[in-house]
C-alpha cells in the first residue's frame, strides 16, 4: 500500500441501512437561468460501491454533481440523501447529511495552512480536532510533514489530497467527487484512486465525474454515459468506458 494511502478507514462512517441508496436522484432537470443542461437524470450511489460518470465536456456531469451536492436546486425532480428527501438545497445541508461534495478545482483554502483547511470542518459540533488531524495525517502523510505551510503553495497532488482529506474528516456516507485525477502525475492519480477503492470497501458510496475514463476505471464498480445531459449507457464500466471512447473520438475529445 502506497503511503498516501494508510488508514482509510481511520474515520468512522455514519451508519445507514445495508439497503439503502446514500443519494438517489429522480427525474432531475437542471439549468442555468433559462438554458436547460440536464434533461431528466436518474442515478443512485449506493454504500460500498463507485460510480464513474463518463461523457465529454459540456455533456453536464458537474452540474449532476453541483445538484446531488446541494449546490444548485434541480428545476424539476427529486433528490434523496440517506434515503430523506431534500427539500432545501445547500452545501452545508448535504454535508450534514452525509453527502461531501469536492468540485473541480479542489477547493482549498490557499492562503490557510494545511492545518488551518483541515480545522475549519471541527467547528460542527462533535468533531474532534484530534481526531481530523490523526486521521487525515494517517491517510495522507505528506499533509502532516506540511501541516504548517500554506495550502496556496502545495502541489497539485497534496492540493488534491487535501481536499479530500478535508471532506473525509466529516465522515460522510457519499462522497462527490469532481475530476479527481485533472492536472495530475499518473503516480498521484493512482495513490488518490486507491485511497478512493478503499474508502467504497469500507462502505463509503462514491460518485466520480471523470474526464479520464482509464483512470477511473481501477476503481468503478458502476458507471453512466452523460451525453447532452442524458444518460444514454449506463451498467457495467467496461462496456460504458467502450461507449465513452466512441463517443469521445466521433467528438474530437481527450484520449481515455
Known amino acids: 500500500m502506497s503511503a498516501t494511502a494508510g488508514a482509510a478507514s481511520a ?18 432537470h437542471a439549468a442555468y437561468g433559462k438554458i436547460e443542461v440536464v434533461h431528466g437524470i436518474d442515478l443512485v450511489a449506493t454504500p460500498g460501491r463507485v460510480l ?3 461523457g465529454p465536456n459540456g455533456a453536464g456531469k458537474s452540474t449532476i454533481l453541483k445538484v446531488a451536492g446541494g449546490g444548485l436546486r434541480p428545476t424539476r425532480g427529486s433528490v434523496h440523501w440517506a434515503g430523506q428527501p431534500v427539500r432545501s438545497f445547500s452545501p452545508h445541508r448535504a454535508v450534514a447529511r452525509g453527502v461531501c461534495w469536492i468540485p473541480e478545482g479542489r477547493g482549498v483554502f490557499p492562503n490557510l495552512t494545511v492545518r488551518e483547511n ?3 470542518w471541527t467547528y460542527r459540533e462533535g468533531v474532534s480536532r484530534a481526531i481530523v488531524e490523526e486521521a487525515s495525517f494517517s491517510r495522507f502523510p505528506v499533509l502532516g510533514e506540511r501541516r504548517n505551510q500554506l495550502a496556496g503553495t502545495l502541489s497539485g497532488g497534496e492540493q488534491q489530497m487535501l481536499a479530500l482529506a478535508r471532506a473525509l474528516a466529516g465522515s460522510p456516507v457519499a462522497l462527490l467527487v469532481d ?5 495530475l502525475a499518473p ?5 488518490l484512486f486507491e485511497v ?22 481501477e476503481v468503478a464498480t458502476d458507471a453512466a454515459l452523460i451525453i447532452q445531459g442524458i444518460v444514454v449507457e449506463e451498467g457495467d464500466p467496461a462496456a460504458v468506458a467502450e461507449a465513452a471512447r466512441r463517443s469521445y473520438l466521433a ?5 481515455v
Open 179 to 183: 475530476e479527481l485525477s485533472m492536472g
Open 196 to 217: 478512493i477503492g478503499e474508502l467504497a470497501r469500507g462502505g463509503m458510496a462514491i460518485v466520480l465525474v471523470e474526464q479520464f475514463v482509464h483512470a477511473a476505471l
Open 11 to 28: 474515520i468512522p462512517l455514519l451508519p445507514i441501512p445495508p439497503a439503502q441508496h446514500a443519494l438517489a436522484l429522480t427525474g432531475i
Open 251 to 255: 467528438a474530437g475529445g481527450p484520449a
Open 118 to 120: 483541515l480545522l475549519m
Open 52 to 54: 464513474a460518470l463518463f
Open 187 to 191: 503516480k498521484i492519480v493512482s495513490e
